[in-house]
């Protein structure tokens, strides 16, 4: 006898033909209660296992036999039945029930074919779209390429005319499918979303079907909320208003799910709104987010409850109200709940997000130890990218290089010049699909946190090529930037930094006049509650005060010191002592050049105090020296000598001896004038 291959392994039947039985049973005396249904499935949830998954597909036989439900196409409407309760069931393992929904819905197409059961066959179509949008296994670009193909699979006998109201369900399904896409064009996915969306809403009406034209009204505002095309802003205004027209027919007495849903999705819409008080939209949505929590319980929807936890994570991740270091424990709390649910192996996407979440939560935290706050980030983002493949989700992993690079810009631990050129590195790989055509807002992004990276590699450095890329690049970014939001006004500061790294290399005043600009326009469009306006504020006048001593210099005097009277005033309100003195030593520097004696000595003299106070060595060099050449000017040449004096010892201690040369030369030619005045015969 021959070696063979062995009998086929028996598959058992038994208890998944039973559990069927007692489920068409069941369905039957609860006649389309769904809540009644969800009861039993919960009852025998130790059932819905992988053995009932194997053993689907075989049980048809002997349901048929027993002749409890009739002919074939009743068993086939049974599994049909089964396939639609337990995809939306919430409890167990949501991966898991979206097998068993497909392995019925393949039952049932064995008797529902296209040619004997044309609409049978489409519905059931529709359903797979469904659940393969939602599925957890296999490859997720894949999935939604099936989904979107069942759903254009069921339009071909679901036509307008013959069947509108399954055209429309149709259409607004596949509108969900675009809106998810992982391949080809983003944009172009989401426009499809809308276009598919309006579609069915010109079936869905409010007054003929309202519970369906607010299901889609939602999803075209999730559409709406991603749009690539056309103004961001308005865009999320067209999202909001959606998910206030479903919410009148979604209330909470009625609809608590779908209620709970459209307060989630509202929540995320105000978290990335434009328009209005930055602070008043982030309270907004986190007030939506925990309306949501009222009815997505961790026990009644855990997957939900889960998700929505993680939306709260965010929210209060930039929330500007409130104390910002507690804003930021009560995101890594809510991720860490959120995580409890979505685990890597239910929900490896939703997983791998939180992960992302979390790490940008422990790259902003202020509690803890910097350092290990930072090292916890990388380690979070890097957990994402086990999931966030390039080749299944592009647009996730180019998310998580981009926020490593950034966490590896700020790292404390590690040599501090790898890490930068690890940041860049990252960042330039995030590029290749962050592109300025197919992602403008997050190649925005990326641009103007690369330019940081450089900025900082620069200065240790002293490479120039990093100084005029960091320039270009922030250019680059403010062309696609929205004009007052948060990436604009980061953008600008860091363009104003560059340019004035920059014309510290070069000295050319048209880097310093740009600067000023960029400082002032992010200034003018920041809000008074943003954690970075003090640092932008002090940027300003300290810039105001380099370029209008400039200016003076080149005989713009009038606008320079104009620029540096400001500084002064503004400088003198702000907590930055030093900047204030150099600003002080500026405008003297100014008043001298103007031969306005008295006035520069004044502002030589605040100067000199208060680098004096802060023990500033060469700032009191400088104000002496200063000083020092006034006063010969006016004729007080003892006095001026002895400060010219004390300038040189320290500009000598300081190892600066082309300013002790300077000193020399200004004392010798304040002896010469005292003698020739001594000189002078009565």
Same mark, same amino acid.
């Given at each position: ?156 006998v679901h036509t307008r005319d013959a069947f509108p109201q399954e055209w429309a369900m149709s259409q607004n399904n596949l509108g969900a499918a675009y809106g998810e896409r992982i391949r080809g064009d983003r944009a172009e996915n989401l426009e ?61 007495? @009625? ?90 192996? @239910? ?5 791998a997000l939180t992960q992302n979440n979390l790490g940008t939560a422990y790259g902003n935290r202020i509690q803890g130890d910097r350092a290990e706050n930072l090292e916890q980030a990388i380690g979070a983002y890097e957990l994402s990218l086990q ?212 006035? @520069? ?30 006063? @010969? ?50």
């Amino acid at each position: 006898m021959g070696k063979g291959f062995g009998q086929p392994k028996a598959v058992p039947t038994r208890s998944a033909a039973q559990l069927m039985r007692a489920f068409g049973k069941y369905c039957a005396e609860a006649k389309g209660d769904e809540r009644q249904v969800e009861q039993f499935l919960q009852a025998n949830l130790a059932k819905l296992d992988e053995y009932l998954l194997e053993a689907l597909p075989h049980i048809f036989p002997k349901l048929l036999d027993d002749g409890l439900f009739g002919d074939r196409q009743n068993v086939a409407s049974l599994f049909v039945a089964f396939g639609i309760a337990i995809s939306g069931f919430p409890l167990g393992d949501r991966a898991l029930n979206l097998e068993l929904s497909f392995a019925a819905y393949r039952v049932a197409l064995r008797v529902f074919t296209r040619d004997n059961f044309p609409q049978e066959w489409a519905g059931l179509q529709n359903n797979l779209g469904n659940a393969y949008r939602d599925r957890i296994r296999g490859d997720r670009a894949e999935n939604l390429e099936q989904a979107i193909a069942a759903s254009e699979l069921s339009l071909q006998v679901h036509t307008r005319d013959a069947f509108p109201q399954e055209w429309a369900m149709s259409q607004n399904n596949l509108g969900a499918a675009y809106g998810e896409r992982i391949r080809g064009d983003r944009a172009e996915n989401l426009e499809q979303t809308i276009a598919a969306s309006e579609l069915s809403l010109q079936v869905r009406t409010r007054d003929a079907f309202p519970e369906k034209w607010a299901s889609t009204q939602n999803n075209l505002g999730i559409a709406y909320g991603d749009r690539i095309r056309g103004d961001r802003a308005e865009n999320l205004e067209r999202a909001i208003a959606v998910y206030e027209l479903s919410l009148q027919v979604y209330t909470c007495n @009625a609809f608590p799910e779908y209620w709970a849903r459209s307060q989630n999705n509202l929540g995320t819409a105000y978290g990335n709104r434009i328009q209005g008080d930055r602070a008043d939209n982030l309270e907004r949505a986190i007030a939506a987010y925990e309306l949501s929590l009222q009815v997505y319980t961790r026990d009644a929807f855990p997957e939900k409850w889960a998700l929505t936890q993680n939306n709260l994570g965010i929210a209060y991740g930039d929330r500007i109200r409130g104390d910002r270091a507690e804003n930021l424990e009560q995101a890594i709390a809510a991720y860490e709940l959120s995580l409890r649910v979505l685990t890597r192996d @239910a929900f490896p996407e939703d997983w791998a997000l939180t992960q992302n979440n979390l790490g940008t939560a422990y790259g902003n935290r202020i509690q803890g130890d910097r350092a290990e706050n930072l090292e916890q980030a990388i380690g979070a983002y890097e957990l994402s990218l086990q999931v966030y493949t390039r080749d299944a989700f592009p647009e996730k992993w180019a998310r998580s290089k981009h926020n490593i690079a950034n966490a590896y810009r700020d790292r404390i631990l590690g040599e501090q010049l790898v890490n930068l050129k690890t940041a860049v590195d990252l960042h330039q790989e995030a590029a290749q699909v962050f592109t300025q055509d197919a992602f403008p807002l997050s190649w925005a992004e990326n641009q103007g946190c690369l330019a940081e990276a450089l900025m900082m590699q620069a200065s240790l450095t002293d490479n120039a090529n990093d100084l005029d890329m960091a320039v270009a690049l922030l250019k680059g970014a403010l062309e696609v930037s929205v004009p007052g939001s948060p990436d604009f006004i980061d953008s600008q500061y860091l363009l104003g930094n560059a340019l004035s790294r920059r014309f510290e290399r070069n000295q050319q005043a048209s880097d310093l006049q740009e600067a000023l600009k960029a400082y002032k326009t992010a200034l003018d469009a920041i809000s008074p509650e943003h954690y970075d306006r003090e640092k932008i504020w002090q940027a300003l006048p300290t810039t105001q005060s380099v370029l209008g001593s400039r200016l003076v210099r080149e005989g713009q005097w009038q606008e320079g010191l104009q620029l540096l009277l400001n500084s002064v005033r503004l400088l003198s309100e702000g907590d930055d002592p030093l900047a204030h003195a150099n600003a002080l030593y500026q405008t003297g520097r100014a008043h001298e050049t103007l031969a306005d004696w008295d006035n @520069a000595r004044l502002y030589y003299r605040d100067a000199l105090r208060l680098y004096d106070h802060l023990n500033d060595q060469p700032g009191i060099a400088q104000s002496r020296h200063g000083l020092g050449s006034v006063l @010969a000017s006016q004729g007080y040449f003892k006095k001026g000598m002895a400060e010219l004096q004390q300038a040189r010892e320290l500009y000598h201690q300081l190892d600066r001896q082309n300013r002790v040369a300077e000193v020399d030369n200004l004392y010798q030619a304040a002896q010469r004038a005292e003698q020739q005045i001594s000189e002078v015969p009565l």
